[in-house]
């Protein structure tokens, strides 16, 4: 029996924003009516009633993999968002894999969007690998960008091709604990032959502020440790060896679009209202 392909797997690492995934969730099952679809949800053993809502849906393929606190009396291992996020990628079944965050809202369209434009320039000869979504951080940014590191666009948010994604060997596990993976992802993606393109009518709404505490501190110290990771591995191919001192200062910049809302805050307030109610 031939195995049921989906159009789109949807790949979100979660913990403890339960009700903001909800909502998330939710926008995604209201835009993909048309096509076949799957929703998995990896999460890092949420305290806070999320695994218990997750179980109850019978639309989501949830994984578990506890990465706090102890067990039988010994610290659990940190794992990387790497590792979390491979977990959903290799088991999905979709043509495209779709990759969002737990703090994240669509724009209704542009998962859609975003599949249509593949679609275009795959019939044009292209061999796309990525579509990278326009997304903001709000409140710390108004304005909508997709990233540029090292001189290549990379997925924030956005679309994989899946078989881009095998052939380029999925996230490194072990260089990154959680900053500029998924720059190395698109560069990785880029050398194995495919393009990674933008989609400018495909927005995400990332809440910067879901968990400000998290991203104080330790956090700091790793960010600067993976990114002189990022750095120093891709020297002299995705840029110029002689560079390396111009981004050891400034690793890359934001292609801001000439919006600075496409639909009146309704998308963003209705994050905000959701996460305001916890």
């Known amino acids: 029996m031939t195995k049921s392909r989906k159009r789109v797997s949807v790949v979100i690492g979660s913990f403890n924003r339960g009700i903001i995934l909800e909502l998330c969730i939710n926008a995604i099952r209201e835009e993909l009516t048309t096509i076949s679809y799957e929703i998995i949800v990896v999460d890092g053993g949420s305290t806070d009633g999320t695994l218990d809502w997750l179980i109850r849906q019978k639309d989501i ?18 794992r990387s968002w790497g ?8 088991c999905a079944q979709g043509e495209y894999i779709c990759m969002l965050s737990d703090d994240t809202l669509i724009h209704p369209g542009a998962i ?4 249509k434009l593949a679609d275009q320039e ?8 990525g579509v990278a979504f326009y997304f903001r951080d709000y409140p710390l940014r108004k304005k909508y960008a997709v990233a540029v590191n090292l001189g290549n666009l990379y997925v924030n948010h956005g679309l994989f091709l899946n078989k881009a ?4 060997g999925y996230i490194s596990e072990d260089e990154y604990h959680f900053y500029f993976a998924d720059t190395d992802l698109s560069l990785k993606i880029i050398r194995a032959g495919y393009q990674v393109i933008r989609s400018p009518g495909s927005f995400v709404e990332h809440y910067f502020d879901a ?3 998290v991203r ?5 110290m790793r960010k600067t440790k993976d990114r002189d990771t990022l750095i120093k591995k891709w020297a002299g191919i995705a840029y110029p060896l002689s560079d390396i001192k111009k981004y050891e200062e400034i690793v890359g910049y934001w292609d801001f679009i000439d919006t600075e809302d496409v639909d009146n805050g309704s998308t ?3 994050l905000l209202d959701a996460f305001h109610s916890r």
Do not use: S
Not at 83 to 90: A, I, R, T
């Open 165 to 168: 994604l095998q052939e380029a």
């Open 211 to 213: 968990d400000p505490d």
């Open 216 to 220: 104080k501190g330790h956090n700091d």
């Open 83 to 90: 590792y979390f996020m491979n977990l959903g990628f290799k």
């Open 122 to 129: 795959t019939e044009k000869g292209n061999k796309v690998g």
């Open 268 to 270: 963003i307030n209705r």
């Open 112 to 115: 859609i969007r975003g599949l």
């Open 61 to 78: 393929i949830t994984i578990c993999q506890h990465n706090k606190g102890e067990w039988q009396g010994k610290p659990i291992e940190r």
